[in-house]
Nanobody, 126 residues
């Protein structure tokens, strides 16, 4: 089991930028094509939503439609860390952001992930 710790969430204004980090407790499997780390988010009263994911071995990325062009995701394999760079933030980006990892065939499918962090709160005020 991999323990994940998110950080970086805080209150911001609409239009601001923010970077979130996720740290894994153990080295992520770089030899397996299907090992993925991803960001999901959950706002009060809404279903959990896929934000962005990155395949650990080759850095392939996918993004949810609502964040394409505004968010980027990256990884530091030496530090076992993943980052979410968010720009042009909107009030609808307000949510708890969670990172997840696992051997994943469908990057956008939350049910494919094995391990989850506790989340970090991002609040965007307009």
């Amino acid at each position: 089991q991999v323990r994940l710790q998110e950080s970086g969430g805080r209150p911001v204004q609409a239009g601001d930028s923010l970077r979130l980090s996720c740290t894994a407790s153990v080295p992520i499997g770089q030899t397996n094509n299907y090992y993925v780390m991803a960001w999901f988010r959950q706002a009060p009263g809404k279903e959990r939503e896929f934000v962005a994911g990155i395949r650990w071995k080759d850095g392939y990325t996918e993004f949810g439609d609502s964040v394409k062009g505004r968010f980027t995701v990256s990884r530091d394999t030496a530090k076992n860390m993943m980052y979410l760079q968010m720009s042009s933030l909107k009030s609808e980006d307000t949510a708890v952001y969670l990172c997840a990892t696992g051997l994943v065939a469908r990057i956008m499918n939350q049910n494919d992930y094995d391990d989850w962090g506790q989340g970090t709160q991002v609040t965007v005020s307009s």
